[in-house]
């Protein structure tokens, strides 16, 4: 009961008491809670609940994948002690680095589920913009902490934070435009790149002045 109040901000009515079996209890609290999801949903508009879990999944994967990297890092570090109980390091590695996936993705949907009972009409508009504001400094950081020495070369890491903070708040990030291909360096007494055999200013190169000229 203080588990379903804590998730889902209201009191649990089932009489949970008298179910003896796991399954229908599971069954009562699955039911109460989706009626409380609809009714929720009734109120505030499919469209805004969207925006909202959207928001809440990426900012709380984003924060979550950061400790997930580090444990499975420590994880990394420390797996090879299992050898001497005779246990195989890459079979324990893999194994419990899943359930370290499984257990991260259940903190990132009890906090978005939390978080969802808990807004307000006028919540989603504010943290949309904070997270704008927060990646456009971000981008400025990345791009001011290398301006005097490659000013073209913007910090990596805050510019993915800035990225990743720009797609929270619903923006669309267009991809770089590709590099255009260096163009080729012929010397005007090198051999002309179309075969002949003649020095290039003699060949093409003659050719390219006169149609510059032109």
């Known amino acids: 009961r203080e588990g379903f109040r804590e998730y889902f901000k209201a009191k649990l009515q089932a009489p949970l008491e008298e179910l003896a079996d796991a399954s229908r209890i599971v069954r009562e609290l699955y039911l109460e809670a989706e009626a409380l999801y609809l009714r929720r949903e009734e109120v ?7 925006r909202v879990f959207r928001f809440e999944y990426l900012r709380a994967m984003d924060e979550a994948w950061v400790d997930h990297l580090s444990s499975m890092e420590h994880l990394r570090d420390g797996i090879g002690l ?11 590695y893999k194994k419990e680095g899943y359930n370290l996936f499984l257990n991260m ?8 589920l939390s978080k969802v009972f808990e807004y307000k009409n006028q919540d989603i508009e504010t943290l949309e913009r904070d997270a704008e504001q927060r990646a456009h400094e ?6 001011a902490s290398h ?11 805050l ?3 800035a990225l ?23 010397d005007a007494s090198m051999p002309c790149p179309c075969g002949s055999g003649r020095p290039f200013v003699e060949c093409h190169g003659n050719n390219d002045d006169e149609q510059g000229a032109a």
């Open 164 to 186: 990743r903070a720009l797609e929270s708040a619903g923006i669309s990030v267009p991809p770089p435009a590709p590099e255009p291909p260096p163009p080729p360096a012929v």
């Open 147 to 157: 301006a005097e020495v490659q000013p073209l070369e913007p910090d990596a890491q």
């Open 44 to 50: 505030l508009g499919i469209d805004l609940m969207l």
């Open 159 to 161: 510019l993915a934070e």
């Open 105 to 112: 993705m259940a903190r990132v949907s009890a906090s978005v």
């Open 82 to 92: 299992r050898g001497y109980g005779q246990r195989d390091p890459k079979n324990e």
């Open 138 to 143: 971000l981008l400025g950081r990345a791009v």
